[in-house]
């Protein structure tokens, strides 16, 4: 779920730029049918305007466009709802964390001071009382850069280890490094998702970072569980 009104990417990310979804009645209710690729089902506002149009809306349309994309779409049955949260700390992610129990939020910073700056403030905003979203964790994005024809060489040119130094600093699981290569860029333009390639270094670390959050997922759960029944004995 592609929760970036204003700057949507899954259409040209997934490759379905131009299609349109279904819609299907429900319960005497009309749904729209989000599509499919790569076994993911997809719903963004960029599969609804045309790309070329900007979406120059005022905070509580966004809001309405969010809550549509919860109770109006036939998500049917999921392993995991990933929804992909625009930058900032505004409506739109208010709005999603009033709408719904989310199970946790991934933090997704670069190396450098001037990122870590931001995603210190997504912390906090995750962190609020009235909130109180759990953390799954912090994952760093373009860690290093490692040439194509020296795939043991990484170099770091936005810095070194500054997204494990703040999920230090916040007591965060690190969840994983996220190299720069030339064909993730290139997979995302193409509508071909890296780990449909043959790049086994990017997809290794792909896989690593969701695995850890699959597992935290798991054993939050888990926990969960055990203090319902718990409860339930005493």
Same mark, same amino acid.
Request: charge should be negative; avoid cysteine.
């Given at each position: 779920m592609d929760a970036d $009104? /204003?700057?949507?990417?899954?259409?040209?990310?997934?490759?379905v730029r131009g299609e349109r979804p279904m819609m299907v009645e429900i319960a005497n209710k009309g749904m729209i049918v989000p599509l499919e690729k790569y076994g993911i089902k997809l719903?963004? %506002?960029? !599969? !609804? +305007?045309?790309?070329?149009?900007?979406? +120059?809306?005022?905070?509580?349309?966004?809001?309405?466009? $969010? @809550?549509?994309?919860?109770?109006? +779409? /036939?998500w049917d049955e999921l392993d995991y709802l990933v929804i992909d949260m625009p930058p900032g700390t505004g409506d739109i992610h208010l709005t999603l964390m009033q709408l719904v129990p989310v199970t946790g939020a991934v933090i997704v910073t670069?190396?450098?001071?001037?990122? !870590?700056?931001?995603?210190k403030k997504g912390i906090a905003m995750f962190s609020q009382a009235q909130l109180n979203v759990p953390i799954i964790g912090l994952v760093e994005n373009m860690s290093y850069f490692t040439p194509a024809e020296l795939p043991n060489n990484k170099y770091y040119i936005?810095?070194?280890?500054?997204?494990?130094?703040?999920?230090?600093? /916040?007591? !965060?699981?690190?969840?994983?490094? %996220?190299?720069?290569?030339?064909? $993730? @860029?290139?997979?995302g333009d193409k509508g071909k998702p890296i780990m449909m390639s043959d790049d086994?270094?990017?997809k290794t670390a792909f896989a690593d970072f969701a695995a850890h959050v699959a597992r935290s997922i798991s054993m939050r759960n888990a926990n969960m569980a055990a203090e319902r029944v718990a409860e339930v004995v005493s």
């Open positions: $009104i /204003y700057g949507p990417s899954v259409p040209i990310m997934f490759g719903m963004s %506002i960029g !599969l !609804l +305007v045309d790309e070329k149009n900007a979406v +120059v809306w005022r905070g509580p349309m966004a809001s309405s466009a $969010i @809550r549509q994309f919860v109770t109006d +779409v /036939y670069t190396p450098q001071d001037v990122a !870590l700056a931001d995603a936005f810095g070194k280890e500054g997204g494990r130094r703040l999920a230090d600093e /916040y007591d !965060l699981p690190f969840l994983g490094e %996220i190299p720069l290569v030339q064909g $993730i @860029r290139e997979g086994e270094v990017s």
